[in-house]
């Protein structure tokens, strides 16, 4: 079975602070996404990754795709209120496997 | 940015009654969409891969008699709760594919509270 193991599951922190969520499967992906989910809508796209040792950046976020393409890193930098969401992760396969989800990871951030 | 539409955006209705939910690419053609069910405070899980022009493979634990999927174009997958009852009270959520590209782009969801 494959899996994508997010972690922190659930983080609460004050405005300012910095964070780091993590993505990690034993899987190798062609592809890897980030979401943010906000209370009553669907998943927002934020980012795709699919070369290994990739680094992009979205304002204060910043995506990282392992060299192995079996992680990733989502840094978010002087945290804000608006930062608030549900982020899942999710990998994707060429060839027809269905993409995997993480199982999220939950930010409260404090004003 | 790829947009998905989905409709209603809440529904209620009475236990018994089947509730039908379409999903829509909005600005391109989606040959793969899935459909999601959300719990509170929970992670997506995946009910079925609708695919255009056939059948729908549904995951493990899904009744697809239930849960009633048609994807009779490019742009658009219907999702028809047959028979609603309260335990189908939750979160329904689409994806579209773009191409061949592996990034789905969901829908903003439908929730559904049956009585």
């Known amino acids: 079975t494959q899996l994508l193991e997010q972690s922190p599951q659930f983080l609460s922190i004050q405005e300012g602070e910095n964070l780091t969520v993590y993505c990690n499967s034993s899987s190798v992906f062609s592809s890897l996404q980030w979401y943010r989910q906000e209370p009553g809508e669907g998943p927002v796209l934020l980012v795709t990754v699919v070369t290994g040792g990739e680094v992009k950046k979205l304002k204060r976020l910043t995506f990282q795709f392992g060299d192995a393409r079996k992680d990733s890193s989502l840094h978010i930098t002087a945290a804000q209120p608006g930062d608030t969401g549900l982020y899942l992760c999710?990998?994707?396969?060429?060839?027809?496997?269905?993409?995997?989800f993480g199982a999220g990871t939950r930010l409260f951030v404090k004003a | 940015g790829a947009v998905v539409s989905q409709h209603p955006s809440w529904v209620i209705c009475k236990s018994g009654t089947s509730v039908k939910i379409e999903c829509r690419s909005l600005?391109?053609?989606?040959?793969?969409m899935f459909w999601y069910r959300q719990f509170p405070k929970q992670s997506l899980m995946l009910m079925a891969t609708s695919n255009e022009g056939s059948k729908a493979t549904y995951e493990q634990g899904v009744e697809k008699d239930k849960f009633l999927i048609n994807h009779a174009s490019l742009t658009l997958s219907t999702l028809t709760v047959t028979s609603a009852h309260p335990e189908d009270s939750s979160f329904y959520i689409c994806s579209a594919e773009e191409g061949a590209r592996e990034t789905q782009y969901f829908g903003p969801g439908t929730r559904l509270l049956v009585l």
């Open positions: 600005d391109f053609q989606a040959t793969t």
């Open positions: 999710a990998g994707g396969y060429t060839g027809g496997f269905k993409t995997i």
